[in-house]
C-alpha cells in the first residue's frame, strides 16, 4: 500500500507550554526571600538554599546579590507599568477603585509585600534600590491619585479632600497592611472582620462623599 503524506504538524501534539529558565526561578526565589527578610536580610546563600540550588550555580547566573535586586526592581517596574496602561480601568467609580486595589494594590499579594518590606529598608541612605523604589512610590501614589481626582470630577470625593492626599494615604495603607498581613494576623486566634480589602474600602469610603438623602414621599 503506498504511504499517504499528511500536511506538515497534523498529527503532532499540541505545542507545550517553553519551560521556565532558571534565572526565572532565581528571581522568583530572590523575590520571596527580600519580601520576607528583605534586602539586607537575604544572602545570596540563603537565597540558594530556599530555591534549591547550589551557590556556584547561583553565581553562574548572578554574580552579586546587588543585580538580584535589580532583576527584582525590574519586574516591580512591570507591575507598576503594566498598572499604568490599565488605569482607565480603575478610575471610574468606587467599584472600579476597589477593583483596581483587588487586582494591582492586594496587601497580601507578592508585589505589594515585595514593596512594603523594600521601602521600608530604603530610607536607608546607602540601600542600592533607593531611588527606584522612590520613583515607585511615586507612580502607585499618582496613579491612586488620578482615580481620587476623577472621582472628585463626578462629584463624589469630599470637596475638602485633596486627590494627591488621598492616593498618597490610600497607597500608605496598602504597605501598611501588607506588614499587618504579617505580623498581626498570625497572632489572631479567632476570625477578625479586618480583611485587607475591607479595611481599604473602608478607607476609600471614608474619603468619598456622603451620598444625598432621598427626598421623602409625601403620603
Avoid at 500536511?7 to 503532532?12: I, K, N, V
Avoid at 522568583?28 to 547550589?54: K, N, V, W
Avoid at 529598608?121 to 491612586?144: I, Y
Avoid at 491619585?145 to 486627590?163: I, K, M, R, Y
Amino acid at each position: 500500500m503506498p504511504h499517504r503524506s499528511t500536511p506538515p504538524g497534523a498529527d503532532d501534539p499540541a505545542p507545550l507550554d517553553p519551560p521556565r529558565g532558571r534565572r526565572e526561578e532565581i528571581l522568583d526565589g530572590a523575590a520571596e526571600m527580600f519580601a520576607e527578610h528583605g534586602y539586607h536580610g537575604s544572602s545570596l546563600r540563603d537565597i540558594s538554599r530556599h530555591i534549591g540550588i547550589s551557590h556556584s550555580g547561583m553565581l553562574h547566573h548572578f554574580e552579586a546579590k546587588e543585580l538580584l535586586l535589580e532583576g527584582v526592581l525590574d519586574r516591580l517596574e512591570d507591575h507598576a507599568q503594566a498598572a499604568l496602561e490599565r488605569i482607565e480601568d480603575f478610575r471610574g467609580d468606587r467599584e472600579a477603585l476597589l477593583g483596581g486595589l483587588a487586582e494591582v494594590w492586594h496587601p497580601a499579594c507578592l508585589e505589594v509585600r515585595l514593596l512594603a518590606t523594600l521601602d521600608a529598608e530604603s530610607v536607608s541612605a546607602d540601600h542600592p534600590g533607593r531611588l527606584r523604589l522612590a520613583r515607585l512610590r511615586k507612580v502607585h501614589e499618582h496613579m491612586l491619585e488620578t482615580c481620587f481626582a476623577a472621582l472628585s470630577e463626578q462629584g463624589l470625593l469630599h470637596v475638602e479632600t485633596d486627590p494627591a492626599f488621598a492616593g498618597r494615604s490610600l497607597y500608605a495603607m496598602v504597605l501598611n497592611l501588607a506588614v499587618r498581613e504579617k505580623t498581626v494576623r498570625p497572632l489572631q486566634h479567632r476570625p477578625q472582620d479586618d480583611a485587607p480589602l475591607a479595611d481599604l474600602a473602608r478607607q476609600v469610603d471614608a474619603l468619598l462623599a456622603d451620598a444625598p438623602e432621598e427626598p421623602a414621599h409625601e403620603g
